[in-house]
């Protein structure tokens, strides 16, 4: 079983940043980060192939948002810029020892941290 730790959130006027951080227990072929808004599916932000050291961003973050591990710390960082207020949602951080593409669907991570609130006003 890994336990996934996130910590990092907070709120912020837009344009502002914040860095959310997920630490891992154990290692994990992959570690990403998914979003829920209010009254919305929980969506993909970000992923990390820790094995192949390979990052997957968005389309809808990309130039904003980046992510990166630190392997040591078996931790993993978004660093999020230019924050809007439609970035507002609560970050959850994923994992899964299991190969494979398709980072971005939700279904293929068993391992998944408690949250951490974002909020970004106007």
């Known amino acids: 079983q890994v336990q996934l730790e996130e910590s990092g959130g907070g709120s912020v006027q837009a344009g502002g940043s914040l860095r959310l951080s997920c630490a891992a227990s154990?290692?994990?072929?992959?570690m990403a980060w998914f979003r829920q808004a209010p009254g919305k599916g929980r969506d993909a932000v970000a992923a990390?192939?820790?094995?192949?050291?390979?990052?997957y961003i968005d389309d809808s973050v990309k130039g904003r948002f980046t992510i990166s591990r630190d392997s040591a710390k078996r931790t993993l960082y978004l660093q999020m810029n230019s924050l809007q207020p439609e970035d507002t949602a609560v970050y959850y951080c994923?994992?899964?020892?299991?190969?494979?593409?398709?980072?971005?669907?939700?279904?293929?991570?068993?391992?998944w941290g408690q949250g951490t609130q974002v909020t970004v006003s106007a």
């Open positions: 994923a994992a899964d020892h299991a190969e494979g593409l398709y980072w971005y669907d939700r279904a293929r991570y068993r391992y």
């Open positions: 154990q290692y994990t072929y992959i």
């Open positions: 990390y192939y820790t094995n192949h050291e390979i990052a």
